[in-house]
């Protein structure tokens, strides 16, 4: 039976799910794709190119290998040319090293698609592992590796939470998953069922998509390891702290394991497209992705290719009907702003957002009037005028050690304080910037200790 308690998330935020309605169409092929060799910013291994320039590559076939735990192996999502292998530019105007394909218009499958064969869990892990299939949902990790953590003899995963929550406003890919691809979505749990060993497989999701809950609810009828859970339309819903408490009444405290709890968390794209290359051999190389905002010509949601550049993807959608002031990867709440659109889309690209100056215009912060709506709204309980007080203090070991007391690592980056701050004050950003000092003071401190 589901754990039933009031739900630590209150927020309640426009839903904007303009695009819940259309079905995804396929893109034109772009000229080029950009692959860069980390999927996301995170702090992950870089993916190694198994290509040169001037090969000649076909849809599906390996253009990068992983590189250490954290990184995963990369596919070629159009057929062409290898022209540059060279670093560029990404998200924060980092260096990433990225493959550039161009396209010969023939969109050729590779030789080497075929439908993996395996009969061991180790070898059902090393192909998603082959795969290249990374969660879906915002944090682009390896799925390979945190299913590997969940047959750990020293855990006891028995529950698996699919998180189909998609609680951000505009996006709808996860959504059109669920109506498009729900037979997939059952044979990736039957998989994850046979080699995980999980028994219990929830299906979270939000209220607002009542079609999906039905769709699905007949797919798994009749199916004792599979429930459909329903959840309010609040705001952050999908975090996986405030998923696995409300679902389950479990709370997973800082540097505690997931899996310890005996709870998986994965992304209902991330099983659907798993479950895609174990059954037909095609890795991940294209994705939904919803293209919305106020400076849309024409919402819609689309397929395409890992690495299509933006401004391609603006084009499919009829262009822009008013200048766009911030365009964003992702939801208006986490996504990232993008400072070119020629940048492509990864992995974890769920949906490209072109805002209007009106909707997207920072204003300017004011002095906080002590309202309390930060912490009253912050689904984790952090004192965040406390940390934002600790930011002031100018002794680095004291504002070290007030921080770590504060527990400003359990963040979950969801930004409700931010939304909710009549003053306009960049709470979530001086977060970060805490989480980073925390980091750097770690890093100084462990160096010190080697010498």
């Known amino acids: 039976m589901l754990f039933k308690k009031k739900n630590i998330s209150s927020l309640h935020i426009p839903h904007n799910k303009n695009t819940a309605g ?6 034109d092929t772009p000229k080029e794709v950009v692959l860069p060799m980390n999927v996301t910013s995170h702090a992950m291994n870089a993916s190694k190119p198994a290509v040169s320039v001037g090969d000649h590559v076909r849809v599906g ?7 250490g735990s954290f990184s995963t192996f990369i596919h070629a999502p159009i057929s062409g040319t290898v022209t540059s292998i060279e670093p560029m530019k990404f998200r924060s105007e980092q260096e990433v090293l990225a493959i550039t394909i161009e396209s010969d218009g023939k969109m050729e499958l590779s030789p080497d698609i075929k439908k993996p064969e395996f009969n061991t869990c180790d070898e059902f892990l090393q ?13 682009a990790f390896p799925i390979w590796a945190k299913l590997r953590e969940a047959t750990n003899p020293d855990y006891n995963v028995d529950t698996v939470l699919i998180n189909a929550a998609e609680c951000e406003p505009y996006i709808t890919s996860d959504h059109r998953i669920m109506l498009e691809e729900g037979n997939m979505l059952k044979a990736g749990i039957d998989l994850l069922h046979k080699y995980i060993g999980a028994e219990r497989f929830v299906i979270c999701i939000e209220d607002n998509k009542q079609d999906a809950i039905d769709n699905l609810t007949k797919i798994f009828e009749g199916d004792s390891c599979v429930e459909i859970q329903p959840l309010p339309s609040i705001y952050p819903q999908g975090a996986k702290q405030v998923l696995l408490y409300n679902v389950t009444g479990k709370v997973v405290k800082g540097g505690q394991r997931m899996a310890s709890l005996g709870v998986l968390i994965t992304n209902v794209s991330s099983v659907t497209k798993m479950a895609e290359y174990m059954t ?3 890795p991940l190389v294209e994705r939904i992705v919803t293209v919305d905002g106020t400076a849309v010509k024409e919402p819609k949601n689309v397929k395409a290719p890992i690495g299509t550049p933006i401004s391609h993807i603006i084009e499919q959608a009829g262009g822009l009907k008013s200048e766009a002031f911030k365009v964003l990867i992702g939801g208006p709440m986490l996504g990232t702003a993008v400072s070119s ?15 209007t100056k009106k909707e997207a215009a920072q204003l300017e912060p004011s002095v906080c009037i002590r309202c309390g709506r930060c912490m009253a709204n912050c689904p984790v309980n952090l004192n965040l005028e406390g940390i934002a007080a600790a930011m002031e203090l100018e002794d680095e070991d004291k504002k070290y050690a007030r921080l770590k007391d504060l527990g400003v690592g359990q963040c979950i980056e969801c930004a409700c304080c931010s939304y909710v701050c009549p003053a306009h004050k960049p709470i979530m950003q001086t977060n970060n910037e805490s989480r980073k000092f925390m980091k750097k003071y770690q890093a100084a401190h462990a160096e010190e200790g080697r010498k």
Not at 22 to 27: A, C, E, S
Not at 61 to 67: I, K, L, P, T, W
Not at 127 to 139: E, P, S, T
């Open 22 to 27: 259309l079905v995804p169409t396929r893109i």
């Open 61 to 67: 076939q390996v253009v990068a290998c992983e590189e």
């Open 127 to 139: 192909a998603v592992n082959n795969g290249g299939i990374v969660g879906l949902g915002g944090a």
């Open 280 to 282: 037909t051999g095609m």
């Open 341 to 355: 659109l020629d940048q492509p889309i990864q992995k974890v690209a769920n949906a490209v957002l072109f805002m």
